[in-house]
């Protein structure tokens, strides 16, 4: 199986700060095979990129994806407090799918 | 609108069975894989297996191979989860969820709202 580290588990940030969060993969995925989703206090998960850099429907522009070999990036260019949640990476170019275990985003 | 909603909360004690369901709707819901996916606190987001309904192939990941069965009945929109046998380590939440694509290597575009389930004596 594919094992995905995310990096840092938590990130804390001013509102309009950048976060960078990372997802390092231990093989290549193929096809940039690679998601992230944003899950809320006591929600589901939700899409947010797909394709490691395609943004899913409805989600805002300060939200994007990014890849470098098996290395993937998700930028919130600035961060607001409706995006206090955890965020996690997944492949699913080989099966099974695989997630990260997350990257808890806090407001300070 | 695309939903998948969940049956509700379940407690078993181990060794009992159970069944736990996901309806979906504003869609076509024999063209979509629909899968399952495990949370706990300790081993995060896992990739359960998935169902295509529209002709009942299903794939299982290797770590719950045999520990699950998931089914589909078209004629209701509903795919199933099953356990016939259940250890307290099966204590999770559990959500079904819609793969975007009609192909197996797609991410998962729709979630339903989670069915927590607790194992104990």
């Known amino acids: 199986d594919i094992v995905l580290t995310q990096s840092p588990a938590t990130l804390s940030l001013s509102p309009g700060e950048r976060a960078t969060l990372s997802c390092g993969a231990s093989?290549?995925?193929?096809?940039?095979?690679l998601a992230w989703y944003q899950q809320k206090p006591g929600l589901a998960p939700r899409l947010l990129i797909y394709?490691?850099?395609t943004r899913a429907t409805g989600i805002p522009d300060r939200f994007s994806g990014s890849e470098s070999g098996t290395d993937f990036t998700l930028t919130i260019s600035r961060v607001e407090p409706e995006d206090v949640a955890v965020y996690y990476c997944?492949?699913?170019?080989?099966?099974?799918?695989?997630f990260g275990q997350g990257t808890k985003v806090e407001i300070k | 609108e695309v939903q998948l909603v969940q049956s509700g909360a379940e407690v078993r004690e181990p060794g009992e069975s159970l069944r736990i369901s996901c309806q979906g709707s504003?869609?076509?819901?024999?063209?979509?894989?629909i899968g399952w996916v495990r949370q706990t606190p300790g081993k995060g987001l896992e990739w359960m297996g998935v169902?295509?309904?529209?002709?009942?192939?299903?794939r299982y990941s290797p770590s719950f191979q045999g520990q699950v069965t998931i089914s589909a009945d078209k004629s209701i929109n509903t795919s199933y989860l099953q356990w016939s046998s259940l250890k307290a380590s099966d204590t999770a939440m559990y959500y079904c969820?819609?793969?975007?694509?009609?192909?197996?290597?797609?991410?998962?575009?729709?979630w339903g709202q989670g069915t927590p389930v607790t194992v104990s004596s």
């Open positions: 969820v819609r793969l975007f694509g009609v192909i197996l290597t797609s991410p998962f575009d729709h």
């Open positions: 504003g869609y076509s819901f024999t063209s979509y894989w």
């Open positions: 169902i295509y309904p529209g002709d009942s192939d299903i």
């Open positions: 093989q290549s995925i193929r096809r940039s095979y």
């Open positions: 394709d490691a850099s």
């Open positions: 997944q492949q699913y170019g080989s099966s099974p799918g695989t």
